[in-house]
Each structure stands twice: as structure tokens, then as C-alpha cells.
């Protein structure tokens, strides 16, 4: 157990630092190579990276629309019904945030709007991994059918010889998906940045991924004109405040829900009560066992810190110091506390609002800022699939009354052709 009061300024620093995030100039090495591979080769390098990253012997890109819309009859009937659940939610809770143009007359005679658009073409990745992850194909895929983005490209990586998992199918058919490459890694990034015969070019990509994926993303951002990126990403992470009637299983199940994502994840206890830490580690050493990925969390929790604070004013201070991916508040009443959250990605409140509940159904996105991020950037909205425009309508009495605040300014700033524009327009006004 650490006590938050004393400890030095400097080990504070320090059980605040998360893991490296690995960039290393290997990785950026191999992405160049493999970037400058997918330029030049197209298809054939996408299906090369498959043989050679996934391990499948006779490895195709695009998955037929026949397979996607068979995908139902794979499933058993309670993962067809979770998929259709989560779907609904999270369309509930996205679709509310549909943005709506706006016009005003800042003065007589003078029209402004600010309108919406969808991007018009999305790249969705979806990394494989050890398992299928239908809920990240809902959290982005949703936003991109609502805003109505013209092309939706869903890249995956399908390891060996197995077949694309019919759930991430079925989750892309309910978020009318139909174009699904079956790629993955700085390749699939690659494809969809630059475009080959078979994976449209598009104008921005979304997803998590690991760091060769992260390295693709950042590299394109930088050099493809008219292409982005959602957010920066680093290792998943999880702070918990609870108070001296939280439960300690809760809390620690938890914070292993977190830490088997990865041995670079993170995750945070801040309690006022000393109690509450010593129930906790023992129920972590409990649950531990009874892990699958018992490794990959022991070794997260290498990473994290249990921690006892003289108040829970003072764990929203650290809190927001650190600014977590997730903030989980078991606390007896809340309420008077949530105006001092600062710097999350998202927040879970009370003793019945896993951070599970949010990686799945409750209808939030889980697409959420990590590494400190969540201080200047937002969780994946419907917003973030969208650019705007503004329009302005100025009639010639209008432009006359604005002339006293254009022509000083141009004049001020030494730029006579911005002046003159205006200036031949009253006159043509006088003439007329």
C-alpha cells in the first residue's frame, strides 16, 4: 500500500508515469518500408503481409457480400441478441448527438451559417488479436452509418486459416458495412491511406491498434494530403476513487478488467481507506488465478499502484493530474463530486457501473483518449465523423454598413486588394 502524503514529490511523479509506449526507430523503420511496399505493390503486398504477419496459406482481402449477409446463421442465438442490444444502445446514445446546421444574421443584411457534413470516406480498424472484437465494429461503425459517410471501409487482420469471425460480420451488416478487407497491421492502415485496386482510399481512419498500427497512422497523417487520424493512442488504463463502503471484489475485478488487456495497461486505486486497499490486493490475488490471461494482468499490474489518499478530494486532484482513459467513481453518493472530474475519458458511477458495461452495451463509446490524452482530447462522438463549412450572404447594403469595419482593418494590415475588393463594389453601388 502507498501513501499518497508520503511519498516525495518526485515518486508521486512517478506512480503517476505510465508504462512506455513503444516507438521505437525499428518500428518506424519497418512502417516506412512497409507504406512505401503498399504504394508500390497494392494488393500483392497486403496479401504478402498475410502470409508472412498472419500465417494464412491461402489469404484473400475482400470479404464477399454473401458471407456478410449469411453471418447471422453462424451465430447462436445469445450472441446474435448481445450484438443486436449493443447495437441499439449505442445507436440510441449516438444518434441523440446528430449535429444541426446553424444561420444567423451577425447584422442587417449580413447571413452566416455553420453547416455539417459527413467525411466521406471512413477507415475502420479493428484489431485481431487473441479474439474477435465485434464491440469495437459497433462503436465505430454506428457513427459511421449515421453520419452518412458515402464509404465505409472495415479493415481486420483473420489469423491462420481460420475464417473472419461471423460476429464481426454480423456486428458490420447491422452498421451497413459491406466493404471488409480482411488485413491488417501498418499494412492495412497503408492500403486505406493511400488506396489500392481493392481497398478504397479514404479520408480519415479510426481504430485502436498496437504500435506498428499507431507508428502507420501518425506517419500517413503526415505525409497523405487530405487524410487524419481519430486520436492519439497508448496503452489502456484505469483509475478507481472509492470510499470506505465500496466492495472490495468489485473494485478489484475492476481493475483486472483493465490490466488483461495488455502488460502495458495500467490501472489506479485511490482510496481514503486503508481497509479498502488490503481487501483489494487480496481479492486481485484471488481473482488472479482464476484468469485466462492471468500473465498479461500480473504483469500490468507491475505497472499500477494501490494507493491511500487523506481524502477523496484529493484522489480527484490526482485524478485529473493523471487524466485517465477511465474514471470509476464507487462512491455512496456521487453527486456532489462529479464537478470535480476533470481529464477523463469517460466516467463509470457507482458500485454498479463496470467499465465493461461501457466497452460494450451501455451505449458510450469506448474509442477514448489514453496516455494523458484525455486533457485535450474527447471520446469518439458522432461529431468526429463530420467536418464543417460556414456560408455567409452579404447584400449590398449589408456589404456598405460592414465596409466601416473591413476597410480600416485591410488598410491597418497593408493589404490593398482586400480593400479594393470592397471599394469596388460601393463604387459600382454609387454608379448604380
Known amino acids: 500500500m502507498i501513501r499518497w502524503n508520503e511519498e516525495t514529490e518526485q515518486t508521486q511523479q512517478a506512480l503517476l508515469t505510465r508504462p512506455a ?75 441523440a448527438q446528430l449535429p444541426q446546421d446553424m444561420k444567423i444574421a451577425t447584422a442587417p443584411g449580413v447571413e452566416c451559417e455553420l453547416k455539417y457534413q459527413a467525411i466521406d470516406a471512413i477507415g475502420l480498424y479493428v484489431p485481431g488479436g487473441s479474439a474477435p472484437l465485434p464491440s469495437s465494429v459497433l462503436m465505430q461503425g454506428v457513427c459511421a452509418q449515421l453520419s452518412g459517410a458515402r464509404t465505409v471501409v472495415l479493415a481486420t487482420p483473420v489469423n491462420g486459416d481460420s475464417l473472419i469471425s461471423p460476429a464481426i460480420l454480423y456486428a458490420a451488416k447491422l452498421c451497413g458495412i459491406t466493404t471488409i478487407i480482411e488485413s491488417g497491421g501498418a499494412g492495412a492502415i497503408a492500403a486505406m491511406a493511400i488506396g489500392t485496386p481493392s481497398v478504397p ?58 490490466a488483461e488487456h495488455g502488460a502495458d495497461s495500467q490501472v489506479i486505486l485511490l482510496s481514503n481507506s486503508a481497509q479498502i486497499i488490503t481487501q483489494t490486493q487480496q481479492a486481485l490475488n484471488k481473482q488472479l488465478k482464476a484468469l485466462s490471461r492471468t500473465e498479461i494482468a500480473q504483469r500490468a499490474m507491475e505497472n499500477s499502484a494501490l494507493i491511500q489518499v487523506d481524502s477523496l478530494q484529493q484522489a480527484f486532484e490526482i485524478s485529473a493530474q493523471y487524466g485517465p482513459e477511465h474514471l470509476i467513481l464507487q462512491i455512496a453518493d456521487a453527486t456532489p463530486y462529479l464537478p470535480m472530474v476533470q481529464n477523463a475519458g469517460s466516467v463509470f458511477v457507482g458500485d454498479y457501473t463496470p467499465e465493461s458495461a461501457g466497452d460494450y452495451a451501455s451505449g458510450t463509446n469506448h474509442v477514448l483518449p489514453t496516455y494523458g490524452y484525455s486533457k485535450v482530447y ?44 470592397v471599394s469596388v463594389r460601393l463604387e459600382a453601388m454609387k454608379n448604380d
Not at 58 to 83: F, G, H, M, Y
Not at 386 to 408: D, E, N
Request: aromatic share 6%; proline share 5%.
Open 201 to 258: 482510399k479514404v479520408n480519415k481512419i479510426f481504430g485502436p491498434g498496437n504500435s506498428y498500427v499507431t507508428m502507420a497512422k501518425q506517419l500517413l497523417s503526415q505525409t497523405q494530403t487530405g487524410f487524419a487520424i481519430d486520436m492519439p493512442a497508448g496503452p489502456s488504463e484505469v483509475l478507481i476513487i472509492a470510499d470506505e463502503r465500496a466492495n472490495p471484489e468489485f473494485i478489484a475485478a475492476d481493475l483486472l478488467s483493465q
Open 21 to 95: 509506449v513503444i516507438a521505437s526507430k525499428a518500428v518506424e523503420t519497418s512502417v516506412l518500408q512497409i507504406i512505401e511496399e503498399v504504394k508500390a505493390q497494392g494488393d500483392q503486398a497486403l496479401l504478402k503481409y498475410a502470409e508472412l504477419f498472419d500465417k494464412r496459406s491461402n489469404p484473400r482481402l475482400v470479404v464477399p457480400l454473401q458471407e456478410i449477409n449469411d453471418s447471422a446463421e453462424q451465430l447462436t442465438p445469445e450472441l446474435k441478441s448481445a450484438i443486436e442490444q449493443a447495437y441499439s444502445n449505442i445507436k440510441t446514445f449516438h444518434q
Open 378 to 421: 474527447s471520446s469518439l462522438n458522432l461529431l468526429d465523423f463530420f467536418r464543417t463549412y460556414t456560408v455567409q450572404s452579404i447584400t449590398p447594403q449589408g456589404l456598405k454598413s460592414l465596409s466601416s469595419a473591413i476597410l480600416p482593418l485591410a488598410q491597418a494590415e497593408g493589404l490593398d486588394a482586400h480593400a479594393n475588393a
